[in-house]
């Protein structure tokens, strides 16, 4: 009988501890407290258990990060006892059992324990033990961070290292960033951080190094406190050097212009500072500088039928130079008309281009209508085709769709009075916008040679 009961309370007594875990009867919402020194800070507890129903009788420790541990408080429901030494620094808040530290300082630092036990009324002899540690941490908070760069001056790039650092007036346990343009910079080859990352060394500085350096301090207390900007300045270059210019016809490193044209050539480099240019023709056997700057003008017209040219790029810091040559060919590549209105309005290449298209698809629209409309070809499709011609359409010359296909440029051919009659001609296949042009120029060149190719052949 006595046997039964025990197992019975033993049974009982195991399925409320496992009853405990599912539902705990305390729950401390925080685990860990980053306070702020000279400030107070609440180890909040929740108290899950009728209050009414049981007893409780429990303590708060204190185990500081040196080891010794302390009794902070022990109590019951109806009474509470504070460590004499802490009587003006812990509140403690009946009934839910939570601990008040005030005035925060560095020796409040470490872990606090909870040992709670409970027992229900209507169950004598059963007592439940609850137990939770909090870890508590008190910073002070940081003050701005200050950046700090040697040189202070520009460094020119593979020949000067450079030092950031970043201090703080206040703060405990202060982790530091940097950024350069806003991202986050990390160690790498050249990168070298200090053990708590308060200074940021640049061995061998880069172009790629140049920017807007800020750092960023912060704690557990303080969250990212950006210094003010920096900006380390980098001489380097000339890099990429390259001539570009709106006018002519670029293929290559050659550049073709129009006769009588006034065309000007942009020299440009990235380089820190700007780069003083020297332009330098290499047309009469020896070189000779023509020009000092970024933009050269030329005047077809006082040209040789091609000249060799260069750009030459100086950085005066780094001492370094770097230069193009590219080669100037005077040739008509435009069509007259086109010409005349590249010439008229400076019009871009774009534009230049979009003009001949439509000038070609309204020349192969008046080719398709004079080929519908010719009454030698309608007789020729209704009755004069042989039955071979129409299984294979593509043998008789311009019923080809292939070799329709094309660009087509209207000539006036000299000594016809017809001021409006012209013929069309169609052409290798349209490859790209720069044989285009060549071939329209082609075209204008040969007609007159051939003027017997005409549409009805
Ligand atoms: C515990 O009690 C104190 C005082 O009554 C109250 O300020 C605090 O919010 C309570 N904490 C919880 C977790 O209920
Ligand atoms: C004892 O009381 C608590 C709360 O009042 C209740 O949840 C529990 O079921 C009771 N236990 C028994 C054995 O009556
Ligand atoms: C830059 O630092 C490296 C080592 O980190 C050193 O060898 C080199 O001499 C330094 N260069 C200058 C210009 O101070
Ligand atoms: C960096 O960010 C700040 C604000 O977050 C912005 O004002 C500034 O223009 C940014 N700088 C760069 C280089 O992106
Ligand atoms: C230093 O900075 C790097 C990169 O931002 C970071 O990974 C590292 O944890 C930092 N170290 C310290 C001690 O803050
Ligand atoms: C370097 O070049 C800049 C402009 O290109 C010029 O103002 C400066 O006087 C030059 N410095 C030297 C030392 O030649
Ligand atoms: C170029 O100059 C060299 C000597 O400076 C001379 O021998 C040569 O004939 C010249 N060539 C031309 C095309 O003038």
Not at 253 to 277: H, K, M, R, W
Not at 373 to 389: A, D, H, Q, T
Not at 403 to 419: L, T
Request: hydrophobic fraction near 35%.
């Amino acid at each position: 009988m006595e046997a039964t009961g025990r197992s019975a309370l033993y049974v009982c007594c195991v399925l409320l501890i496992l009853t405990e875990v599912s539902s705990e009867l305390i729950h401390i919402p925080s685990l860990v407290h980053h306070g702020i020194e000279g400030k107070s800070m609440l180890l909040s507890v929740e108290t899950r258990y009728p209050l009414e129903d049981v007893e409780i009788q429990g303590t708060w420790s204190h185990t500081r990060p040196s080891g010794t541990r302390t009794t902070l408080v022990a109590f019951t429901k109806e009474a509470t006892i504070i460590n004499m030494m802490y009587r003006n620094h812990l509140l403690f808040k009946e009934p839910n059992v939570s601990l008040i530290i005030r005035e925060l300082n560095h020796e409040d630092e470490g872990d606090y324990h909870l040992n709670l036990n409970i027992e229900f009324n209507n169950q004598t002899g059963l007592v439940i033990k609850e137990e939770r540690t909090v870890h508590v941490t008190v910073d002070v908070p940081v003050s701005n961070p200050v950046i700090q760069k040697s040189p202070s001056y520009a460094v020119v790039e593979d020949k000067a290292n450079a030092t950031l650092t970043c201090s703080v007036e206040r703060g405990t346990r202060v982790v530091f960033q940097w950024l350069r343009d806003n991202q986050t910079l990390g160690a790498s080859n050249r990168y070298h951080f200090t053990q708590d990352n308060s200074t940021l060394f640049i061995s061998t500085v880069r172009k790629e190094d140049k920017g807007t350096y800020h750092c960023v301090a912060s704690n557990a207390v303080s969250q990212g406190l950006h210094s003010r900007a920096v900006d380390l300045n980098v001489y380097y270059g000339p890099y990429n050097l390259e001539v570009n210019s709106d006018q002519g016809l670029r293929t290559g490193e050659v550049f073709t212009i129009n006769p009588g044209e006034l065309v000007f050539f942009e020299c440009q480099a990235d380089s820190n500072p700007p780069n003083s240019y020297v332009w330098i023709s290499k047309s009469r056997n020896a070189t000779q500088v023509i020009y000092e700057g970024p933009r050269l003008e030329v005047r077809s017209y006082k040209l040789a039928q091609a000249e060799e040219y260069l750009c030459r790029a100086f950085n005066n810091v780094t001492q370094k130079q770097d230069e193009t040559q590219f080669t100037l060919v005077v040739a008509k590549y435009l069509a007259g008309k086109e010409k005349h209105i590249q010439e008229g309005s400076n019009f871009p290449p774009f534009a230049a281009v979009v003009v001949s298209s439509l000038f070609i698809i309204s020349c192969m629209l008046l080719f398709f209508l004079k080929r519908t409309c010719s009454p030698k070809r309608v007789l020729m499709s209704i009755y004069n085709r042989p039955l071979s011609e129409q299984k294979r359409p593509h043998r008789s010359g311009h019923e080809d769709a292939t070799e329709d296909f094309g660009i087509y440029e209207f000539v006036s051919v000299p000594g016809k009075m017809e001021s409006a009659q012209a013929s069309c001609r169609s052409l290798a296949r349209l490859e790209s916008v720069q044989d285009m042009h060549t071939t329209i120029y082609d075209v204008i060149r040969h007609v007159p040679e051939t003027p017997s190719h005409s549409l009805l052949e």
